[in-house]
């Protein structure tokens, strides 16, 4: 059980503000594990002007590779490599605020490279996300169907906020494969993700994330 590295790169904007982060992670796709560290380059030297956690799952829930499968499961994500993979995701918060996500993940020697964009709009300018009321996601439980030759996730996802209660939002995801592979049946994969500020450094604001996945039936 080999680590793999991890080169990331995001653009995008949410509410009209543009933003840009970069970053390098670490894990081990059969413990489904992994870790990263993310800098933000645009705004200069400053936190984003709202929750970094609408952004995480798009990093880590990002590639599926990191996903613990039981043995006897048909695993889509790890046969998708060398030759690599292409997501979208769209995201509909309980108070109106909607985004989108596409990224594609390819392989060079032991590194992953994730290139991403991400779009917002519609956040109340009093919402948790704007006002960066939300202390990270609670624990997920995403389906997993497979519909015309691509694999598909749904999970209604929890952000949790500061001084307690949740602020809800569906994703719809598409995990679409280069090259044609063996599909697996319907399952579940389980995520839990946890943030970390990691505050200014030399290169700009840092954040960790830390997840573990596992698949069952």
């Not at 598409?174 to 389980?190: A, D």
Request: aromatic fraction near 12%; hydrophobic fraction near 35%; glycine fraction near 10%.
């Amino acid at each position: 059980a080999q680590e793999m590295r991890t080169k990331y790169h995001m653009a995008g904007s949410v509410n009209g503000r543009e933003f840009t982060i970069e970053g390098v992670g670490t894990g081990n796709p059969y413990e489904g594990t992994q870790t990263a560290e993310l800098v933000i380059i645009k705004p200069v030297g400053k936190p984003l002007p709202f929750s970094f956690d609408i952004l995480s799952s798009v990093f880590q829930y990002g590639n599926l590779c990191f996903t613990k499968y039981p043995a006897d499961m048909t695993d889509y994500f790890k046969q998708a490599f060398p030759a690599g993979m292409s997501y979208e995701r769209s995201f509909l918060f309980e108070d109106g605020g909607v985004a989108t996500a596409s990224w594609n993940i390819r392989l060079e020697g032991n590194c992953f490279i994730h290139n991403s964009n991400f779009h917002g709009v519609n956040f109340p300018a009093d919402g948790p996300v704007m006002k960066k009321k939300t202390i990270g996601w609670d624990k997920s439980f995403q389906k997993m169907t497979v519909s015309k030759e691509v694999l598909r996730g749904d999970l209604t996802m929890f952000l949790l906020l500061e001084g307690g209660g949740y602020h809800r939002c569906q994703f719809h995801s598409t995990y679409k494969t280069e090259k044609p592979v063996t599909l697996p049946p319907n399952h579940v994969v389980e995520h839990q993700i946890v943030r970390t500020d990691l505050g200014q450094s030399a290169k700009g604001f840092t954040v960790k994330l830390e997840e573990h996945a596992a698949a069952h039936v």
